[in-house]
């Protein structure tokens, strides 16, 4: 028998609780009789420092059911830290993190399983092709900052793409071992690579409460995006500082030319137009170059495994030594 465990982060979801175990139950049901492959659940739910009634919700459910462990945070740390957290937990041959607003199906985790199980992928990634449902100006800046990750990023991500996704375990393990303070979970699963099989539904709205996020965390989970896994702005500064000398050298030649024939006085406010231009784009260059090696020391300070191995004849060679 093989083990699926969910886990599930939680921030004031007190009206979601007992109506996502519901959901769960139906989805541990179908696993364990399923045809070839019998699997137990395990359902892993983070408290996130909840100031509501959620954590009381979840220790209820446990007291009568066993495959349900829980975590509760300190204070609200964020789903990225509850994500990990729920990683560090699982015991599950698959393991798959899941909102408790249901926007991410429970009766699809069969489904994924199934896929896996085939043999070909090591994790499905649910991704959603439409939005309706939700704000047109959240959607329309989604859209956008999708585009431009994925023009930025080494990590691979696709527009519409969730936290949920069912992997497994040597996945999770790859996870649990980068252990970066910034995490942007859905740049980390991409960057790590192995093969994933997109499996695309239609947005499903929230079942109940509120959405955590408003305009400025959203913003501020972009930064953390680009910041974590995008070198391009630091590299954005030197090629501007280069722009304006080339232009302030240009614009030089142009009043010396003048000057010179005797034609055009040139006149002071150019001559120092130039000079500002040219030193200001001395500086970016310098600052640029600053920056490079700003970025190296953020790289190696992350301590990434420089390579993940995902097959091998001996267990052994697949260790990062
Ligand atoms: N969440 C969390 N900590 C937070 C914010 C959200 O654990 O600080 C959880 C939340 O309870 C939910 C999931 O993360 O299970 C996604 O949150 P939400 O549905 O508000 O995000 P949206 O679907 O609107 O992007
Ligand atoms: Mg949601």
Same mark, same amino acid.
Do not use: T
């Given at each position: 028998m093989k083990k699926v465990t969910l886990i599930i982060p939680c921030y004031n979801e007190e009206e979601m609780i007992h109506l996502l175990y519901k959901e769960l139950c139906v989805a541990a049901e179908k696993l364990h009789n399923m045809e070839d492959i019998q699997y137990e659940t395990e359902m892993i739910f983070i408290d996130? @420092?909840?100031? #509501?009634?959620t954590l009381e919700c979840i220790k209820e459910l446990r007291e009568h059911d066993s495959r349900i462990r829980y975590l509760s945070f300190s204070?609200?740390?964020g789903k990225e830290a509850a994500m990990y957290a729920g990683f560090c937990n699982a015991s599950g041959d698959y393991a798959a993190v899941m909102d408790a607003?249901?926007?991410?199906?429970?009766?699809?985790v069969p489904e994924m399983v199934k896929i896996i199980e085939s043999g070909d992928y090591d994790s499905v990634a649910a991704r959603r092709v439409s939005r309706k449902g939700e704000m047109v100006i959240r959607s329309c800046f989604a859209r956008l900052f999708y585009k431009i990750m994925n023009k930025m990023l080494d990590s691979d991500i696709k527009d @519409?793409?969730? #936290?949920f996704r069912l992997m497994k375990r040597e996945m999770v393990q790859v996870i649990i071992e980068?252990?970066?303070?910034?995490?942007f979970s859905k740049g980390i699963f991409g960057w790590i690579g192995f093969r994933t099989y997109w499996y695309e539904y239609e947005n499903v709205e929230r079942a109940a409460g509120i959405s955590k996020w408003n305009f400025l965390s959203l913003i501020r989970y972009s930064l953390d995006g680009i910041l974590n896994f995008s070198w391009v702005p630091l590299a954005v500064i030197p090629i501007l500082g280069i722009i304006c000398v080339l232009a302030a050298l240009v614009f030089g030649m142009v009043i010396l030319v003048r000057k010179g024939s005797g034609t055009e006085f040139a006149f002071g406010w150019e001559v120092l137009v130039c000079i500002i231009a040219f030193f200001s784009g001395l500086q970016m260059m310098c600052i640029g170059m600053v920056g490079q090696y700003i970025s190296k020391i953020y790289q190696e300070s992350k301590?990434?495994?420089?390579y993940i191995a995902r097959e091998a004849s001996d267990e052994d060679m697949k260790k990062i030594l």
């Open positions: 996130d @420092g909840s100031k #509501d009634k204070r609200n740390f607003d249901m926007q991410d199906p429970p009766s699809l @519409g793409a969730r #936290d980068m252990k970066e303070y910034n995490r301590n990434r495994p420089h």
